[in-house]
């Protein structure tokens, strides 16, 4: 992927011109483990494995995928489904090469946020899983030297009974949690020998803007951070160059 043009899109919102299929044929329910089934099938499409849409580390088809899943339920119910599909790391697909747009085949409420690396992508992506009687949320984070040379796994960062505000806590998880990956990357390369003049060099190229919304150097695309936050992160990189003039 490296090379592809910033797009300053919100990636969390997923970026795909089909529809999910949510007319799953599935048996009359009448308890929560079903019902469970029922929603993680609902989210899986029928149109994986044809259009050129694949997944993004296996390959199964919408079919096959739900298949597999149904199979683990009616073998070992509730607790096999789950089994099942940390197994299979949620299904995380990769949709069109084009246009990326990262989620969880088995989960309604993706986000996400791309770190533009020196012209490398890592990708963060963190979805919501509602079983039966909490919440999970979980993150899975990729790049492509990952996926070259090897395997990504989600990994469980929250649990959360179901009379909370899932939806306040996700927010605020994947904002927290891509700030620190925010500062801890940019001490890391002001570190290095040359880091900050890497930056005003990169922007002078276009490839670094002091919003850190634009270009393929250092860029955070799919989540705004705080004004404040960008600012005094931009003046840190000026107070490491010797003799650049501040703006």
């Known amino acids: 992927m490296v090379g592809i043009k910033n797009r300053g899109s919100q990636v969390h919102k997923v970026k795909t011109k089909f ?41 199964f088809s919408g079919n096959e995928v739900k298949n597999l899943l149904i199979e683990s339920f009616e073998k070992s119910g509730t607790e096999g489904l789950i089994n099942e599909l940390e197994n299979h790391n949620f299904f995380m697909v ?44 979980y993150l899975h984070e990729t790049s492509s030297s990952i996926r070259l040379y090897g395997k990504a796994r989600s990994l469980e960062i929250g649990v959360y009974k179901k009379e909370v505000d899932i939806e306040k806590i996700f927010k605020k998880i994947v904002k927290d949690y891509m700030l620190q990956v925010f500062c801890s990357e940019l001490d890391h390369k002001l570190e290095c020998d040359g880091g900050s003049q890497e930056f005003i060099d990169a922007m002078d190229e276009g490839e670094f803007s002091k919003d850190f919304d634009t270009g ?32």
């Not at 690396?117 to 079983?131: L, Q």
């Not at 003046?235 to 703006?247: A, F, G």
């Open 19 to 59: 529809k999910r299929n949510k007319n799953v044929d599935l048996p009359q329910t009448e308890n929560a483990d079903e019902n469970f089934l029922d929603k993680i099938l609902a989210h899986i499409p029928d149109y994986f494995g044809k259009f050129g849409v694949q997944l993004m580390e296996y390959g």
């Open 94 to 137: 990769f949709v069109d090469d084009s246009l990326p747009s990262n989620y969880s085949l088995v989960s309604g409420k993706n986000w996400c946020v791309w770190f533009w690396n020196k012209f490398d992508i890592e990708e963060f992506t963190f979805f919501v899983i509602e079983f039966p009687s909490e919440f999970k949320i």
């Open 216 to 247: 393929g150097f250092f860029n955070f695309e799919g989540i705004d951070f705080p004004k404040k936050i960008k600012t005094m992160a931009y003046q840190k990189i000026l107070q490491n160059v010797e003799d650049y003039p501040e703006e």
